[in-house]
């Protein structure tokens, strides 16, 4: 009968602490992105800014809203400037997990890409593809793009085994269910596209 009085005095108190066990449990996308805000030297105001644009991220970690369409919601009383959002931006896409608060999938892939190293001709192959034709790229016109980039069939299979390994969703990994999967086991998001 004394078992409720050792997390509490009354039963609400226990189920808070059911809940807050589970709460901790599965650490959300935006309590991880917000622990990262927490360990920067930005000022209040960037801060803010940050964890603005955190709320306005979806479950896969994207963007989706235009940048200019969000500015546009903050109150004119606080006097910021489109460019500081910008700078929020690049303050999250700069957090864990890479890839987080892009904007499209190009873009997504692209800050994978940018961090890690690009010490072989697959890889390099692949930011190619990925940077300069990725309409083609997703529209699977690869014999064009086979001839266009002359290289051979190998080489692009190997590009495209490089592209597979990053993630297209970096947001998935803190959602529902998605806590124990690894980063880059992935569908085949882009040949399936």
């Known amino acids: 009968s004394d078992a409720g009085t050792f997390t509490g005095a009354g039963r609400d108190d226990d189920d808070d602490s059911d809940a807050q066990d589970i709460h901790a449990a599965t650490v959300s996308l935006r309590e991880h992105l917000g622990w990262q805000l927490g360990m920067t030297q930005l000022t209040e105001r960037d801060r803010s800014l940050v964890r603005f644009l955190i709320e306005a991220l979806d479950d896969d970690g994207y963007l989706s809203a ?4 969000l500015w546009e919601t903050l109150p004119p ?5 489109l460019e500081e959002l910008e700078i929020a931006l690049r303050h999250i896409q700069n957090f864990d997990p890479t890839g987080i608060g892009a904007r499209n999938l190009q873009e997504c892939l692209l800050l994978q890409m940018g961090q890690i190293p690009m010490n072989s001709r697959a890889r390099r192959l692949a930011r190619k593809i990925v940077a300069g034709y990725f309409d083609e790229f997703v529209k699977k016109h690869y014999e064009k793009l086979i ?5 051979s069939e190998d080489d692009f299979r190997e ?3 490089e592209i597979k390994h990053l993630s297209p969703k970096p ?3 803190y959602s529902e269910g998605g806590t124990d999967a690894t980063p880059y086991i992935i569908p085949d998001f882009i040949l399936d596209y």
Not at 147 to 151: E, F
């Open 66 to 69: 235009p940048l200019q369409e």
């Open 77 to 81: 009383e606080y006097e910021i400037e």
């Open 147 to 151: 001839s266009r980039l002359q290289v």
């Open 159 to 161: 590009a495209l085994a």
């Open 171 to 173: 947001g998935n990994l």
